[in-house]
């Protein structure tokens, strides 16, 4: 039997050896060896106890170095946190399906008009007003249902004004008391949202009258033509362009010019309503679009509302600007559906307006698109005359009526074209002003008028006088005269055989610009007529202000001799005008015995006309030029 006792164990083994009864039992081990076992099992639980002592403690150490670490790393994140939401210009915060708002992380100095403390534990419809709380709402369940994230925008009417923002809502994928929950970031987009309007403006309006411009404008109209169409009833296009604007850049300066085109845009504006739509489609060109209209007399009272916006004239720094505009109109639908197919219609009515003497208004019609297809065509197969010397000058006798003795002619173009036959130059001279090729027909005739000459002097006439009409698109250009003396002067002619006429009408177009070509004319020695005098707006002054060698009566006057005293009375009164200013008077359109004998009686100093001699060609002005008249 082992005797406990004598041995010094592990308490812990020494509990399980009496435990066990060891100690009770007999062996037949002998006791050193049982003592050397008992000794080596009690030495390994002394180290399992150490062992034990030890992780223990070094569980206890890392469990505290744990805690330390763990509190270093929350207090970091919450760091970074802050950093994070101070940094981002957004206002974050979680939602459930609900709308309530279950945490904001939001930085003390963003300027959001909240306050984290007041959205805690509420729900949109307490912040909100009730249309934008339904939208959120709304738009967080859409969210929630199709699992993608949805940007949204809104604003608010704050205090300091209406603040613009945008949200973007981005479900989790967890919950919160068994309720989905949704993150939304939300950030003041009323800078970006300011810069874009202004951007915007800029884009779609003009810089100078603050009107929309031509782009804008566009997509305008064709809105209106849709609604219109919609709604069964009709709208009206003006537009509107101002006559001799080019005048008064070319004079006063593009800055006076831009003044102007201001104070007209102003003018408009005060009588346009709140749904019409008014632009300026470029240059001098603007346009009106009014809706509903229900009579054609309701389009002429805004028509002539419009006009009667230029009757005063324009205060422009020191000057009182006295200008007119010419308006073309369209009814839509009815004229065109398509933006582009009316302001065409619109264009041609008011290029029509101007050649009924500017300063007015006109309808577009079906017939004015034939004329202006017609021009069209003109226009193009006017293009190649010159090259395919299409081109013949006649030659009218001037007669002066003391002797009857011819004293000169005047030179009248002819075209003959192989597609529309002969073409009177009423027809094709305005085409030719607006397509730019007056000034080489001009060129033409003058090289050919001087070669004529030529050959009648070579052929042994008496030196006469040459008529020669200048366009009205001419007399008002600073290179005129340069262009006209260089001509002359290299065909070596004397500038008295040449004589110029130019109509009242195209006088007022550049007044100064005008006055110096007349004066350098006259001074180099050209004659200088006023043509179709009486049939302007400005008669008088123009004879006073200006220079000239001779007035031209206007046929329209002549021919009514006999039949209108009214008009034989301006014929006296403008012969007795130009011999008080020292000048010669021919008439034209001279055709009866009738017209002859008035115009002898009251002083007329030539006439032309069918009475002596229809335009002729230049080889029978040698016959004519010795014949008993």
Known sequence: MVLLETITVHRLLEKQLKKFKIIDIETSIDSDILKQVLGLVSEAYRDADADRYLLERSLKISSQELCLMNEAQKESYDCRLKAIIKAIPDLIFLNDEDGNFLEVFLSDDKDFNFVKDKLLRKCYQELFPEKLSTFFKTTIKTALQENRLIVIEYDLKMPEGVMFYEARIMPTGFFVDNKETVMVIARNITEAKTIEA????????????????????????????????KNRCSGVLFFLDLDRFKEINDNLGHDIGDKLLIKVAKRLKKITQKKDVLARFGGDEFVLVVENISSHDEIIAIAEKIMHQFTTPFPVKKYQLDITSSMGISIFPQNANTPIHLIKQTDIAMYQAKALGKNNFHFFTEELAEKSYEEFNLEAQLKNALKNEEFHLVYQP????????????EALIRWENKIFGTIPPMKFIPIAEKCGLIELITNWVIEEVCRQIKIWDNQGCEPFAIAINLSRKEIGKMDMFERITNIINQAGIPHHRIEFEMTESALLENISQAFKNIEKLRFSG????????GTGYSSLSNLKNFFFDKLKIDQTFVQEIGFDTGDE?????????????????????????????FLIKYGCDEVQGHFYSYPIKPEYINQTLYKKL
Request: hydrophobic content about 40%; glycine content about 2%.
């Open 198 to 229: 202004k951007l915007h403006y800029t884009a779609t309006h003009d810089d100078l009258t603050q009107l929309p411009n031509r782009p804008s404008f566009y997509k305008k109209l064709k809105k209106s033509i849709k609604h219109c169409k």
């Open 398 to 409: 001037q007669i002066r009526l003391k002797d009857k003795k011819m004293i000169g002619v």
């Open 526 to 533: 050209f004659m200088v007529a006023i043509d179709d005098f």
């Open 569 to 597: 009375v301006i014929i006296k009164a403008t012969i007795a005008l130009a011999k008080s200013l020292n000048l010669k008077v021919i008439a034209e359109g001279v055709e009866t015995q009738e017209q002859h004998d």
